[in-house]
């Protein structure tokens, strides 16, 4: 399998982060919107520890957090996608079904230039 010259390149120089957020981790690029567990407080920015930093080609790795914090920037507090569960017994006329939304937080991380 041939590649284009200068396209491992273009990946590599891909910036993006590991933070952690609740005890979860979730990779954030810059201007992608994440949605995360419900967040406490409203129109507050969302402090989060950096565990992996990757910008310009140069990775840096925290051990186990970086001394750099990012503050991503809440866009809106909402649910998540439902989940549907269904119970059935065969030859017993039962069937249940219950759905759950998730509360969720979106974020965007928004890198001042």
């Known amino acids: 399998m041939t590649s284009e010259p200068g396209q491992d390149k273009i990946l590599l120089m891909l910036n993006y982060a590991i933070c952690e957020i609740s005890g979860k981790q979730y990779k954030v690029m810059p201007g992608q919107v994440l949605e995360v567990a419900l967040q406490k ?15 310009d080609d140069k ?3 925290g ?5 750099e914090k990012f503050a991503l920037k809440r866009v ?4 998540g996608k439902k989940i549907r ?14 759905g759950y939304r998730s509360k969720v937080t979106k974020v965007i991380w928004a ?3």
């Open 41 to 55: 407080g409203s129109g507050q920015d969302i402090e989060t520890n950096v565990l992996l930093l990757s910008e």
């Open 59 to 61: 990775l840096k790795i």
């Open 63 to 67: 051990q186990p957090y970086l001394k």
């Open 76 to 79: 809106e507090d909402g649910k």
């Open 85 to 98: 569960v269904a119970k059935f017994h065969a030859k017993a006329n039962y069937r249940r079904t219950i």
């Open 111 to 113: 890198v001042k230039k």
